[in-house]
């Protein structure tokens, strides 16, 4: 024993250890394993840990750990282990050497539950080696050439601050191997002996534990935290940051938890209620403001989102519209510099962001439903910079702050945050036409936007941004505007002037004349989708008059005056002339009725030429009104305040007299006037009976 423990004095690295050397080593152990005591029980350790350690220098870990199993397992059964713990420390060195010798196992070739066991083993052996009396002396007097297995702590420390020391060590050798979950118990362990020592040395201070303290226990709850992390045990890990007695540490590992669950994709733990957060919203709040602030808003998941989501579930509705509002502000920023595919996308989750905002502050009380937000925060001029450094540049090479105008802040309430979604909505659509339109941060906006969406067909959007934008008369000149333009695309002069026959039909919406009846059979392919367009153009004008007329009596009169300014022989569709005809009801006082009225559509056609159909419809009311029944049957008395444009009639029978002596459509204007001449003669009759029945129910 003796002399194998010489040769191993003089072993060097350098070259392989003497045969006999080994040998002898090996004959001692087996002698002394079989015939029992050859010595004292002291060298039965040395060279059982003399000859592990040459085993170890050859990476032979199995080895080793079958050899220094052996010993511990006949201790045990010879029933020396209590009589052993005495001779100098000896077995705390075996158990320790066995601990680091499992640990190197488990990088190689153990997996799945083999290495876990391992781990286990290991950690019952480094446990026990701390527990063993002396086993300080003896972890320090192991030989150099122990390497990595050899522990240099002070020989003046105490039991306790000797444990803090040598669990933080063992500790170090798990986090080395990646072995996170056994790592943390022995910080957790290092941990319980820091109260220990200070119960011993009764101070927070003390050069034994060579810091203080608050810092060691912060260090320790850091690596319980770093620890818990690795291992995806997120609750753990927060109570380690709460546990923090050191702030400095606490603020770091909460910046670390915030970013890795963020990187995890597991960072709803923060937002659904799951951690207390107890003392810590405001820092929690603040680091993932200074996330979102810092990343790039197309990553997932999203920083201002998760501020949404965090304040959401804490009924902070105004702090949450905030932070999606200035998602979107982001948003703007980036859709105007995309291109149409990605303008689009970007556009439509502008929305979303705008519609959250809206929702959130609605659930406050309309006393406070606003949100402040800074001018810098809203220009769209604001520039992306790549990181924090370059956008302090532009600040450095700003005027002084005393040089500027004072800016007071801008408020945003649920009106004006709509407006944004409603032009954030036709932009949107604006792009899905492929047509570039960017939202200024106007409160207004022009008169372009609307003959935009018009001719991209977003006609639903184009009255959306009316109503919203515009009242009174301004409201009306832009739905004229609007009705003017959808008309126009309705004139057959301009959609197909080359149709005739049936293509001027329009499958009944219009009324034919004599002169368009001739019938083809057969015309080619872009006529038919002509008149399909045009059918459609003339629909959704049929809608949209009926749905906003109320907001504009006069449209009718605009629609029918614009169709026969581009057209003059164009034949104005059944249901846009029974919005000037209204009510039958009506007819009972002539031609009158609100702003689109009979003798509204008269004055049109006489205006326009279109003799023929002003004369019908005078006639068509002359008799209606003739063929009225009394309003009372005993002196058959009829309406006074019946009324026809005596004025307009008048300067149609002159326009008919002038065309006669002109020589144009003599005929057609003779049979016009004579017309014309029966009907006024029978209605001037008329009244003069019934003036002359007042006159004697007077007398």
Not at 637 to 646: C, S, V
Not at 653 to 661: A, G, M, P, T
């Given at each position: 024993?003796?002399?194998s423990?010489?040769e191993l004095g003089?072993?060097?690295v350098g070259?392989l250890?003497?045969?006999?050397?080994?040998i002898?080593s090996?004959?001692e152990?087996i002698?002394?394993?079989?015939?029992?005591?050859?010595?004292?029980e002291?060298?039965?350790?040395?060279?059982?840990?003399d000859?592990a350690?040459i085993l170890?220098k050859?990476?032979q870990y199995?080895?080793t750990?079958?050899?220094?199993?052996l010993v511990?397992?006949?201790?045990?059964?010879?029933?020396?282990?209590?009589s052993?713990?005495?001779?100098?420390?000896?077995?705390?060195?075996l158990l320790?050497?066995?601990?680091c010798?499992l640990?190197?196992q488990?990088?190689h070739?153990s997996?799945?539950?083999v290495k876990e066991k391992?781990?286990?083993?290991?950690?019952?052996?480094?446990?026990?080696a701390?527990?063993?009396e002396g086993?300080s002396?003896?972890?320090?007097s192991l030989?150099?050439?122990?390497g990595?297995?050899?522990?240099?702590?002070?020989?003046?420390?105490s039991?306790?601050?000797?444990?803090?020391e040598?669990?933080?060590?063992?500790?170090q050798?798990?986090?080395?191997?990646?072995?996170?979950?056994?790592?943390?118990?022995f910080?957790?362990?290092?941990?319980?002996?820091?109260d220990?020592?200070?119960?011993?040395i009764?101070s927070?201070?003390?050069?034994n534990?060579g810091?203080?303290v608050?810092?060691?226990?912060g260090?320790?709850w850091?690596?319980v935290?770093?620890f818990?992390?690795?291992i995806?045990?997120?609750?753990?890990?927060y109570?380690?940051?709460i546990?923090?007695?050191?702030e400095?540490?606490?603020?770091?590992?909460?910046?670390r938890?915030?970013?890795?669950?963020?990187?995890?994709?597991?960072?709803?733990?923060?937002?659904?209620?799951q951690?207390?957060l107890?003392?810590?919203?405001?820092?929690v709040e603040r680091?993932?403001?200074?996330?979102?602030?810092r990343?790039?808003?197309?990553?997932?998941?999203n920083?201002f989102?998760?501020?949404?989501?965090f304040?959401?579930?804490?009924?902070?509705?105004?702090?949450a519209?905030?932070y999606?509002y200035?998602?979107s502000?982001?948003l703007?920023?980036e859709?105007?510099?995309?291109?149409?595919?990605m303008?689009?996308?970007?556009?439509?989750e502008?929305?979303n962001g705008?519609?959250?905002?809206?929702n959130?502050l609605q659930?406050?009380?309309p006393?406070y439903?606003?949100?402040e937000?800074?001018v810098d925060?809203?220009s769209?001029?604001?520039?992306?910079?790549?990181n924090?450094k370059a956008r302090?540049?532009?600040?450095?090479?700003?005027p002084p702050?005393?040089?500027?105008?004072?800016k007071?802040?801008?408020?945003?309430?649920?009106?004006k945050?709509?407006?944004?979604?409603?032009l954030?909505?036709a932009?949107?659509?604006?792009?899905l036409?492929?047509?570039?339109?960017?939202?200024?941060?106007?409160?207004t906006?022009?008169s372009?936007?609307?003959?935009?969406?018009?001719?991209?067909n977003?006609?639903?959007?184009a009255?959306t941004?009316?109503l919203?934008?515009?009242?009174?008369?301004c409201?009306?000149?832009e739905?004229?505007?609007?009705?003017?333009?959808m008309?126009?695309k309705?004139c057959?002069?301009?959609l197909?002037p080359?149709?005739?026959?049936?293509g001027?039909?329009m499958h009944?919406?219009?009324?034919t004349?004599?002169q368009?009846?001739?019938?083809h059979?057969s015309?080619?392919?872009?006529?038919?989708?002509?008149?399909?367009?045009?059918?459609?153009?003339?629909?959704?004008l049929e809608?949209?008059?009926?749905?906003?007329?109320?907001?504009?009596?006069?449209l009718?009169?605009?629609v029918?005056?614009?169709?026969?300014s581009?057209?003059?022989?164009?034949?104005?569709?059944?249901?846009?002339v029974?919005?000037?005809?209204?009510?039958?009801?009506e007819?009972?006082?002539?031609m009158?009725?609100?702003?689109?009225?009979?003798?509204?559509?008269?004055?049109l056609?006489v205006?326009h030429?279109?003799y023929t159909?002003?004369?019908?419809?005078?006639?068509?009311?002359?008799?209606?009104f003739?063929?009225?029944?009394?309003a009372d049957?005993?002196?058959?008395k009829r309406p006074f305040?019946?009324w026809?444009?005596y004025?307009?009639?008048?300067r149609?029978?002159?326009l008919?007299?002038e065309?006669?002596k002109?020589?144009h459509r003599?005929?057609?204007?003779?049979?016009?006037?004579?017309?014309?001449?029966?009907?006024?003669?029978?209605?001037?009759?008329?009244?003069k009976v019934?003036?002359d029945?007042?006159r004697?129910?007077v007398s």
């Amino acid at each position: 024993m003796q002399s194998s423990s010489v040769e191993l004095g003089n072993f060097s690295v350098g070259r392989l250890p003497n045969p006999n050397s080994l040998i002898s080593s090996s004959q001692e152990f087996i002698s002394w394993m079989t015939s029992g005591r050859s010595g004292e029980e002291s060298s039965v350790f040395s060279n059982s840990i003399d000859l592990a350690l040459i085993l170890l220098k050859h990476h032979q870990y199995k080895a080793t750990e079958y050899l220094l199993t052996l010993v511990d397992e006949y201790l045990h059964k010879e029933k020396t282990f209590e009589s052993l713990q005495s001779v100098d420390g000896k077995m705390s060195a075996l158990l320790h050497i066995l601990g680091c010798c499992l640990v190197a196992q488990t990088q190689h070739g153990s997996h799945g539950p083999v290495k876990e066991k391992k781990v286990g083993e290991a950690l019952r052996r480094f446990f026990r080696a701390a527990s063993v009396e002396g086993s300080s002396k003896a972890l320090q007097s192991l030989p150099q050439e122990a390497g990595w297995l050899r522990i240099d702590f002070s020989s003046s420390l105490s039991a306790a601050a000797w444990k803090v020391e040598y669990y933080q060590w063992v500790m170090q050798l798990f986090e080395q191997y990646n072995l996170s979950e056994a790592a943390c118990q022995f910080a957790l362990a290092a941990l319980e002996q820091v109260d220990v020592a200070l119960e011993t040395i009764d101070s927070s201070s003390s050069e034994n534990l060579g810091e203080t303290v608050i810092t060691m226990k912060g260090r320790l709850w850091a690596n319980v935290f770093k620890f818990t992390l690795d291992i995806n045990k997120y609750n753990d890990a927060y109570c380690a940051i709460i546990s923090n007695p050191d702030e400095e540490s606490k603020n770091i590992c909460l910046r670390r938890f915030i970013i890795v669950l963020y990187e995890r994709g597991a960072v709803k733990i923060l937002c659904d209620g799951q951690l207390p957060l107890i003392g810590l919203v405001q820092k929690v709040e603040r680091e993932l403001a200074w996330k979102a602030e810092r990343s790039d808003i197309s990553t997932k998941p999203n920083a201002f989102k998760l501020l949404y989501a965090f304040e959401m579930h804490r009924h902070n509705w105004r702090k949450a519209a905030s932070y999606i509002y200035l998602y979107s502000v982001r948003l703007r920023t980036e859709a105007a510099v995309k291109d149409h595919q990605m303008r689009s996308s970007t556009l439509q989750e502008r929305l979303n962001g705008l519609a959250a905002a809206i929702n959130a502050l609605q659930l406050v009380n309309p006393s406070y439903a606003w949100i402040e937000a800074s001018v810098d925060e809203t220009s769209i001029d604001r520039e992306n910079y790549p990181n924090k450094k370059a956008r302090t540049t532009k600040q450095e090479q700003s005027p002084p702050d005393d040089d500027l105008p004072q800016k007071l802040p801008s408020y945003i309430d649920v009106e004006k945050l709509e407006k944004e979604f409603v032009l954030t909505s036709a932009e949107y659509l604006l792009s899905l036409a492929n047509i570039k339109w960017t939202f200024t941060g106007n409160e207004t906006p022009s008169s372009n936007l609307i003959d935009l969406l018009v001719e991209s067909n977003s006609c639903d959007m184009a009255f959306t941004v009316i109503l919203k934008f515009w009242k009174g008369s301004c409201l009306k000149r832009e739905l004229e505007r609007v009705f003017i333009s959808m008309a126009l695309k309705c004139c057959p002069s301009k959609l197909a002037p080359s149709l005739h026959g049936k293509g001027r039909k329009m499958h009944g919406l219009l009324l034919t004349s004599s002169q368009d009846e001739l019938v083809h059979d057969s015309f080619d392919a872009a006529a038919f989708a002509q008149q399909y367009a045009g059918n459609s153009h003339w629909e959704t004008l049929e809608l949209y008059l009926d749905k906003y007329r109320q907001f504009h009596p006069r449209l009718p009169l605009i629609v029918a005056g614009t169709l026969l300014s581009a057209d003059s022989q164009i034949e104005l569709p059944l249901w846009l002339v029974r919005h000037f005809k209204g009510d039958r009801n009506e007819s009972r006082f002539g031609m009158t009725g609100t702003e689109s009225n009979a003798a509204s559509l008269f004055r049109l056609y006489v205006d326009h030429g279109r003799y023929t159909e002003a004369v019908n419809l005078l006639i068509e009311y002359t008799e209606s009104f003739s063929a009225l029944r009394p309003a009372d049957v005993i002196r058959r008395k009829r309406p006074f305040a019946a009324w026809f444009p005596y004025t307009s009639v008048e300067r149609l029978w002159c326009l008919l007299e002038e065309s006669i002596k002109s020589g144009h459509r003599i005929d057609q204007c003779g049979k016009l006037k004579k017309l014309l001449h029966g009907v006024l003669v029978n209605h001037l009759n008329l009244l003069k009976v019934d003036s002359d029945d007042v006159r004697s129910s007077v007398s």
